[in-house]
């Protein structure tokens, strides 16, 4: 089964259209020439949906490629946020957990998300490829045109787009955990949640697995993509703890700034526009104008709703914070985009503006909460991509037809199964004789001199780190 | 009536092809199945226009999506181009632009550039969002497919593509005005630029008022988007003075090198790469051979511009300078690109690099004006925006059949409109309670520290800043 | 000829599909409408057609941007891996070398390269342009839309995608000689090797030369682009020889740490980004299912080597530099991608991941090799692109049907041409009274502060500088 074909019900139901599949719509044209002149006839049509093969085809390239500028935006978001003796280490991390998520994903992760899937899991099959068809055609069978142009797509499009989402979703816990989480060890997590974790949760979903048939919508993945990621940080922020003197004594935060506010901003950026493709993308086609309709209206409302998380997330640090903070703002950014990646195809666009500012304001709370429950969340990346991705699932209720029950259920079950199955993992790891944290020694002096042997400006002389002491 | 229907009447006549709106065209193939078969066979011609759509909707949101990395090239520009200790307010003025730009241009400006323009301005409305025929169709009213299909492409698609180039207009005045600027003045100033003057200047122009009836040619706006945001900048830098100590006792400007040149050349590389979509994405449509070839030679034509003004300025600073300049030939890019905006369609393409390298050299020369009268420009972006726009709008009518006379009067009309309703926002913010100065105190701590509390590189030991003293 | 035809002939040959070209195809429906309605039948065929057309041209612009992208990505990879001292050269060398390139290319290199070659070398004319059909259809003659859409894409937009692969090769070059070129010899150089070398290698390949008529196969350049960067720059390795104090007396390399490793890690994400462009952009041809099948397959296996380079990469690091090298695992994708790019169209994807891992690993290798030899490539570039470029034009005998001494021959007569004229052009500058070295001084103080008067980052106080004694 095709992944396109599976998506959850409501959304087959939307997008069913039946003069796009019925063979009596061209039958008109094909029958006449036929009788003419005798040329196969079938090739007409073929040759008219070919064009939407293309198109469909193109648009998970193209997006795909934006979505893969997304690994760039959180390394630099989460680089330029750490302190710098940690930063070259976080731009290991995130180059390694992209490759890593994409070879984990080809091996064994696509195949459990998307092949035959019969309600919580697919195929167990090693690696993925070209259809039959496809390797027919590209072989100079063009007998085998008629059964590729079925498809809708070319098959490797569609995992390619699907392997740079489950690298994002990777990309979010990388922030939570830096500055503490050594190396190996992440690496072997971020293994186990692109080949497992995620699959298995896309499986239930975008899969066609159970909560797929009960109806459960999420376009892009609110939670599917953000609070997964979400989940997993938290867990491991549960367990690695805080970074040394993030608390005081007296259980005040002490305020880690970013060390590059510039490289920060540029990673919020790059992430902005990523996000047109990873929402836009999600669209799965571009063959008709209904497509191309829907596309126009999703990359509207994730825009407003990213300007609203930033507007309203700078209005609301001004009363929380005392100021009007940038990184708050640029959270807020992230929050926005997250929210309305659960029904950014509504077509009343001030709803993605309401959306996306009480993902803001939400994100800008958790932030706050965070900091109470004594919980080390580096970059926001918790109240970013969990709070907001949780907000964003239930509000698909309001505006975009969801059914509540449904929702909840949803977000309780992935919540539920990634965050225990994280936890296990990351528990493990602290266990073993890895272990996940690095020692004080390397913490104080910095990961990029302590365990990488790369300083991030070695040339740059540094302020005296004040953080360690009290 | 459409945007797309609205541009300069010299273009819509140089596209005017019968055979695209004959219902003669197709009218053959038309009559015939439905002869046999009794199918509707309006479908036919559907589908055919129906990929058309597609297309243009689709390039629109390509497009799109690069200028709205433009945002990411001026953030970067104007932030590695101040003194450190003013970067992270860069940041936060250019995410906030870019956010209220996006908004403003939503809840007001969209249409008062483009519905119902009678000569000088558009409609009063609120709000914008998809056509009734769109929202039948994705209600699944096939019935609507034809009336969509003749719209030529996704209402909110161009909506999308309009919103990007306002927000472009907006991040120009953002480097001019830097270092010294507050910032709640300078997002009331977005705020009145991106709903009101840009449209404003839009509606006569692009959205068909009397500018567009007189025959005057702005491609992709060297006026009507950057000498636009040339004058508004302009108007800023004369109220609100030069940076304390930019200019000596004795009248001679002081050097004030930007404080991190890789990520000013990263920003000229953004805006390079987003031009492509600026200028490429301003031929409005994909749907025919003529179209892409038209985009082809204006993507050409765009690089060879930019080429031509950073060799011509390096060159040229050479002996105006005494040395060639990195930062001179990077505002050369900038200007050959403004500069080429205006006719990028045009099919000799050595006239294109004549025109950027003109434009690079205007820049330059502008440069040292601007110091001569004691503006202080901190980016050069009235050099490289304004001047270059007025250059390029001009070079219209040697290279694209432009009115000479009709030309001029869109230049000062546009001039005369923007700088002084501009001069009278900024001079209200000025003599209001708010004033658009920082304090004395603010600007020589930076307002990293002193407005807003965050510092762009809180780790890196700064030089002892010798600007203050003489 | 137009260049596309012109691929070598294995190629041609795969991409045959006569129902694509047979006049019988399509004539079922031609001859019909004719029959009852008297139109002028031909249309109909050109109209499919012209979608074809507008795809094809389309994919050329939008990859063709994201490969102009690269020049960023390169810029911000030297910037940031040279010393402080040298980076803002870098950018100056790179925005040049890429508008020298282009210009070069437009003036010159283009001809040489793809029209009407013989052999060896194309036209000696000056300049390029749209075809005169295109001129004509956009001066309003329909009838000359035939002949246009018979072109398969417009002119420029090939034009376009050929000048950003022109300036790939350029940008190789400027890493391996940073720190101690001088600005006006190397963009002499970079003159010369985007208005001839690399055009005239081109001409023996893809223009159609004698190397094509053998079936060499190159898909987007491992030998042609990156090989032919790579050789001109070790030709300049060793005339400008290594920087002062890369060698200790006793032999032993001294490490030069990047300067700025968050901007070298942009760096390669830009260049991983492009590659997509890079290599999907050189299938040509969007138009058909088998083209986009195709493209998928290579976005794939793009990811995938690099992917595999980086892991690969990082895992051999730990052996032969006794820790996980983030610089190495950076280089390790960048080997993997030169590496896929000769045969990226396989439908076997694990042998993409081979072929990837293995480029890392001769790249690890080959950097401790030219330590060994004691040639200093500052950013490792002759590894990476000469090298891995190597291994991957000989990589497609195994996965692509390529003939190994077809392939040897390919890879050992651009070697030959372009290693033995680069070394006579660096040689001729280097005796010239301009030279090709900085001086001792201006080495020693950096080129920033002593050839170009500007410093990267004037307000951060930086460590002093050990490099320069032993």
Redesign the interface.
């Known amino acids: 089964m095709k992944f396109a074909d599976l998506r959850p019900i409501a959304r087959s139901i939307?997008e069913?259209?039946?003069?796009r599949v019925s063979p009596l719509?061209?039958?008109?044209?094909l029958?006449?020439?036929?009788v003419?002149?005798?040329?196969p006839?079938v090739?007409?049509s073929e040759?008219?949906s070919?064009?939407d093969?293309?198109?469909n085809?193109?648009?998970?390239?193209?997006w795909?490629?934006?979505v893969?500028?997304m690994?760039?935006g959180f390394?630099?978001l989460v680089?330029?946020s750490v302190?710098?003796k940690n930063?070259?280490m976080i731009?290991?991390k995130?180059?390694?957990l992209?490759?890593?998520a994409?070879?984990a994903f080809?091996f064994i992760g696509y195949n459990l998300m998307y092949v035959d899937v019969v309600d919580f899991i697919g195929s167990f099959t090693l690696?993925?490829?070209?259809s039959s068809d496809?390797?027919a055609?590209?072989d100079?069978d063009?007998a085998a045109?008629g059964a590729?142009?079925d498809q809708g797509h070319?098959?490797?499009?569609d995992?390619?787009f699907q392997?740079v989402f489950v690298a994002t979703t990777a990309s979010i816990v990388s922030g939570a955990l830096a500055e503490r989480v050594r190396?190996v060890p992440f690496f072997i997590f971020t293994f186990a949640l692109t080949a497992a974790i995620y699959p298995i949760v896309g499986a239930w979903t975008w899969g066609g697995g159970w909560l797929a048939e009960m109806g459960f919508q999420d376009f892009a993945g609110s939670t599917i993509v953000h609070s997964t990621g979400g989940w997993a940080a938290l867990a491991g922020v549960m367990i690695a703890g805080p970074r040394l003197g993030k608390f005081r004594a007296n259980g005040e935060a002490r305020p880690t700034?970013?060390?590059?506010?510039?490289?920060?901003?540029?990673g919020?950026?790059?992430l902005?526009?990523g996000w047109?493709?990873f929402n836009?993308g999600s669209q799965l086609k571009?063959?008709?104008?209904?497509?191309?309709?829907?596309?126009?209206?999703i990359?509207?409302n994730t825009?407003?709703a990213?300007?609203?998380g930033?507007?309203v997330s700078?209005a609301v640090s001004r009363f929380i914070f005392g100021?009007?903070?940038?990184?708050v703002?640029?959270n807020g950014?992230i929050a926005g985009l997250v929210s309305i990646t659960a029904g950014p195809d509504i077509?009343?666009?001030?709803w993605a503006?309401i959306i996306g500012a009480v993902g803001g304001i939400l994100c800008t709370l958790g932030m706050k909460l965070l900091e109470k429950v004594k919980l080390d969340d580096v970059v926001g990346a918790i109240p970013a991509h969990l709070i907001a991705g949780i907000w964003g699932t239930l509000a698909v209720c309001i505006v975009a037809g969801g059914d509540f029950v449904t929702q909840l259920v949803g977000v309780l079950a992935v919540g539920v199964f990634v965050f225990a199955i994280s936890w296990v993992i990351w528990k493990a790891l602290a266990l073993s004789p890895l272990g996940i944290r690095v020692t004080r020694d390397v913490e104080e002096l910095g990961q990029d001199a302590g365990e990488?042997?790369?300083?991030?400006?070695?040339?740059?002389?540094?302020?005296p780190?004040s953080y360690d002491g009290d």
Chains 1, 2, 3 share one sequence.
């Open positions: 939307r069913f259209r039946p003069w719509y061209y039958g008109g044209f029958v006449i020439p036929a003419f002149v005798g040329e006839t090739q007409f040759s008219l070919e064009t093969f293309v198109l085809t193109f648009a998970f390239l193209v795909g490629a934006l893969m500028w690994c760039a390394t630099m680089s330029g302190r710098t930063a070259s731009c290991l995130n180059i390694g992209y490759s890593i994409g070879l080809f690696m993925y490829g070209p496809e390797l055609l590209l100079g063009d045109l590729v142009v070319a098959t490797m499009s995992w390619f392997m190396l700034p970013p060390s590059n506010v510039l490289i920060v901003t540029l919020v950026l790059i902005w526009l047109f493709g836009g571009l063959g008709s104008a209904a497509d191309v309709v829907a596309m126009s209206n990359l509207v825009n407003l990213a300007a609203a930033v507007v700078l100021r009007i903070d940038l990184i703002g640029l950014a077509t009343e666009h001030y503006i990488l042997g790369i300083e991030a400006y070695p040339e740059f002389v540094l302020m780190d």
